[in-house]
């Protein structure tokens, strides 16, 4: 159970009864390289180069149902390696539920999502997708390193053991190897003298960096981050944008629920607006922040900057 627990990155998943898609379901959901030719361009610099390379991230009319209540209907989204998606929109909107359905901790009742060409939580067997197991699951999941905004450390750990745990109990790296990498990660966020410090002994924004290098010590090709200022102080959200802004500089593929518009306008290469379970707009960040077309998102954006 702790190994899965760390494997999952510290987020529980829903208990859902077993499904299996039938053979025309199974036709009704595309092959990720033919979602791949649909890419939407704009945003940051690189772009364009990014359209050739095949998407980290393929979304197809992905649904979810919390009972009654339709928490996301049909999204469909594309990303490229190495870029930085900022998703932003007012509370229950599905924007941590589609974070959730990307790392499985939430499973889509309808729809299909694709992380690095491999279709999430189902394999292919002729004209077929069965579920994987939960074994398969946990490799799964290790695409992805997920940050929540209450940090999830384990309290009864130091910064350190923090973020060795993942590599030495789930990746089966040696314990010696696990502490260097995780002091050369502790160091890049100026943290390498609070080794030994447990959680309670950290601020928020240490806290909080110190999850983003935990979630990193895993090797994922995708971060997504739930909102990862939310619950700090406002002088603390600097030093944490600071960490994502070097994530991003160094091409790491982010998808980051956010509330923070000056960053996304900075760091993103598209800014998507959600409500209400749907896209409602996605681009540059200077068109959906600066020059929104929808009437609901230039409402919303008023709402946050007065």
Request: glycine share 10%; charged share 25%.
């Amino acid at each position: 159970m702790r190994a899965a627990g760390v494997a999952a990155t510290c987020g529980p998943r829903s208990p859902q009864p077993k499904r299996e898609m039938t053979s025309r379901q199974a036709h009704d959901v595309p092959d990720a390289r033919e979602e791949g030719d649909q890419r939407h361009s704009g945003g940051r610099g690189g772009a364009e180069t990014m359209q050739a390379a095949r998407p980290m991230v393929v979304a197809a009319d992905v649904h979810k149902h919390f009972g009654s209540f339709a928490a996301l209907k049909g999204i469909d989204l594309e990303m490229a390696k190495g870029e930085v998606l900022c998703v932003i929109g007012p509370s229950g909107s599905g924007k941590s539920t589609f974070l959730r359905c990307i790392n499985q901790l939430e499973r889509a009742d309808r729809g299909a999502i694709w992380v690095d060409g491999e279709l999430i939580g189902f394999r292919r067997e002729g004209d077929a997708l069965h579920e994987l197991s939960d074994a398969e699951l946990a490799r799964q999941r290790l695409l992805c390193g997920m940050v929540f905004q209450r940090f999830n450390l384990f309290h009864h750990q130091t910064a350190l053991e923090n973020i060795i745990e993942g590599p030495v109990t789930v990746l089966r790296r040696s314990r010696a190897e696990a502490e260097k990498e995780a002091m050369a990660l502790l160091a890049r966020v100026g943290l390498a003298d609070k080794r030994d410090a447990y959680p309670i002994e950290l601020s928020g924004g240490q806290q909080q960096r110190v999850a983003i290098m935990r979630a990193l010590a895993m090797h994922p090709k995708l971060m997504l981050f739930d909102e990862p200022t939310s619950a700090l102080d406002p002088e603390l959200v600097g030093e944490v944008l600071n960490v994502m802004r070097d994530l991003a500089a160094s091409g790491m593929t982010m998808i980051v629920v956010t509330h923070e518009l000056s960053f996304a306008r900075e760091v993103a290469h598209r800014v998507v607006f959600m409500d209400e379970g749907r896209v409602v707009e996605a681009g540059a960040p200077g068109e959906v922040l600066g020059k929104p077309q929808h009437p609901r998102t230039r409402e919303f954006i008023a709402a946050v900057l007065s």
